[in-house]
């Protein structure tokens, strides 16, 4: 179970404040009771290419209550240097990109975004936490907000742990 964090009023992850890539104020608060797949996006990485499975995953699921999550982060050389409307358009016209996205956010150091703080904090996140490592780093998350499971820039999306986790944590959501 996640700890309670003074961090955030309710500790829970979904109360977060973020940002959407069109600018408008949210929280995770918006995908309650479902399966989340976080993962730090970038536009100019040797894993970008990872878009397509990741949208293959939003759009084979996304009816039995998975979201994909996409947080761009221009922290690892530079590879996210565009605005939010340059990123929207690459995902869109290159990878078709139809699951939710977010505005650009630090993911590691001290400017380091709040929704990070708790994905890679040992007080919210004891057995997964952790610094990032890189881009297209992914958090498996529960309906309630329980941290399940954590995949390095290497496991594919589209891998038999990664999709068998998805199912697992879907099955048991229903």
């Not at 380091?112 to 890679?120: I, S, V």
């Not at 992914?138 to 907000?145: I, Q, R, T």
Request: charged share 20%.
């Amino acid at each position: 179970m996640t700890k309670q964090n003074p961090m955030f009023a309710d500790g829970s992850i979904h109360a977060i404040p973020l940002v959407d890539l069109d600018g408008n104020p949210t929280s995770l608060e918006a995908y309650g009771g479902k399966v989340l797949l976080i993962v730090n996006v970038a536009s100019k990485c040797g894993f970008t290419y990872q878009y397509e499975a990741l949208e293959a995953l939003y759009q084979k699921y996304k009816d039995d209550g998975l979201v994909v999550l996409g947080f761009p982060s221009n922290d690892f050389l530079g590879q996210e240097p565009g605005t939010e409307a340059e990123i929207r358009t690459f995902c869109t016209t290159e990878y078709q990109v139809t699951f939710p996205m977010f505005s650009k956010i630090p993911v590691k150091g001290r400017s380091m975004h709040p929704l990070y703080k708790y994905l890679t904090s040992k007080q919210t996140n004891p057995q997964f936490s952790g610094r990032i490592t890189w881009n297209f780093n992914k958090f498996l998350v529960s309906p309630a907000g329980e941290i399940i499971n954590r995949y390095d820039s290497k496991d594919e999306p589209d891998s038999t742990v990664v999709v068998g986790a998805i199912e697992e944590a879907l099955a048991a959501s229903r």
